[in-house]
């Protein structure tokens, strides 16, 4: 097993916004049927290039990934990044399923997602929701996680710590968790989506300087019919006020011990996370059995791959070949 290290040599993530005449396209939007949802994804690179599946978390959206995409297929991978559940065209296929936002779920739609475009396979990478959906998958079915890249470590939650507080100065950073329990937080989700992603955006990440236009694109996201109900759900259930969907009830019984992951990682701390201080990684270690590294990103906060495209992509770079020479 690889121990953990400190690693401070990624290039600083520039702190200017970034135009939309000149980011990289993310491509045309796809489609497709996969367990309880169509999901809407975006496609780049090679079809038979190594798959690497990017995910996005809340409140973000696919264009998180607008420049290591394109980085990463033009290096030759099958580059796939999909809207979750509650976002973008992403759409449930039946008014009656459950609105869930649980980790459970999304770690399921993940493996439906790959079942759908028959991936036996693949490089799960990502941050916030979309990175505690790879760390699910990469846990519980580490047989489709050829490696996993994850923003702040081991995701998994410990639903039986919900109630335990933590630092004053980081219980302030989780403000619009408690706002979420209220219907009051309800209704100003629901009233003010684009305004209180920019109040998130702004605490997670003081060095990013995004302009409205970056704001308004990934905004659009918000507009899902289910964005609500879904986000609501997610923060409600992860502090207990809230019971999860039935069918992930046993899939939440096998993350409850905090699992293991096996799958060769890299893990990554912005050193400038309004909310998530960097760490070494030492703590997390006993929870990544298979070899792992571990690197800060200055200048970086929550939202990463957007922040630091360059480490972002290199840490995904960085697992495929960690991949590539494990035994077995």
Same mark, same amino acid.
């Given at each position: ?8 040599? @990624? ?8 135009? *939309? ?9 796809? #489609? =497709? ?5 169509? =999901? ?7 079809? +038979? ?5 990017? /995910? ?23 580059? *796939? ?5 509650? @976002? ?17 779920? /999304?770690?399921?739609? &993940?493996?439906?997602?790959? +079942? ?7 490089? %799960? ?18 047989? #489709? ?6 923003? $702040?470590?081991?995701?998994? !939650?410990? *639903? ?31 009233? @003010? ?10 605490? $997670? ?9 970056? &704001? ?7 507009? $899902? ?6 986000? &609501? ?5 992860? %502090? ?10 046993? /899939? ?15 893990? /990554?701390?912005?050193?400038? +996370? ?12 006993? &929870? ?34 960690? !991949? ?5």
């Amino acid at each position: 097993m690889q121990t953990a290290k400190k690693d401070s040599a @990624h290039t600083p993530a520039a702190t200017a916004p970034i135009p *939309l005449s000149s980011a990289p396209a993310l491509g045309s939007l796809q #489609r =497709v049927s996969a367990g309880v949802l169509e =999901v809407a994804y975006f496609s780049l690179g090679p079809s +038979d290039g190594s798959p690497v599946i990017l /995910l996005h978390g809340f409140p973000y959206d696919p264009h998180s990934y607008v420049e290591v995409a394109p980085r990463l297929a033009e290096a030759g991978a099958l580059v *796939l990044v999909p809207y979750l559940r509650g @976002h973008g065209g992403t759409r449930f296929l039946d008014p009656s399923t459950p609105r869930s936002g649980q980790q459970a779920a /999304l770690g399921a739609d &993940l493996v439906a997602f790959m +079942d759908a475009l028959e991936l036996p396979r693949a490089v %799960l990478a990502g941050y916030d929701w979309g990175g505690r959906a790879a760390c699910v998958v990469a846990a519980l079915w580490p047989e #489709r996680c050829t490696g996993l890249v994850s923003v $702040n470590g081991y995701l998994v !939650q410990d *639903l039986s710590t919900a109630n335990s507080p933590l630092e004053p100065r980081l219980e302030a950073g989780f403000w619009y968790f408690f706002y979420f329990l209220t219907e009051r937080g309800r209704a100003g989700l629901a009233a @003010h989506r684009r305004e209180l992603a920019r109040v998130l955006w702004e605490r $997670n990440s003081p060095l990013w300087h995004f302009d409205d236009e970056v &704001l308004a694109r990934t905004a659009a996201a918000f507009e $899902n019919p289910d964005y609500v109900e879904v986000v &609501l759900h997610s923060y409600r259930h992860r %502090l207990g006020a809230a019971p999860g969907a039935a069918p992930y009830e046993a /899939l939440e019984r096998r993350l409850a011990g905090s699992p293991p992951i096996a799958v060769p990682t890299v893990t /990554l701390d912005g050193m400038a +996370d309004g909310n998530f201080p960097a760490t070494d990684g030492s703590g997390s270690a006993h &929870l990544f059995t298979g070899a792992r590294a571990h690197h800060q990103v200055p200048r970086a906060g929550h939202n990463l791959p957007q922040e630091a495209p360059s480490a972002f992509a290199s840490a995904v770079m960085e697992v495929q070949r960690m !991949q590539a020479t494990a035994p077995g």
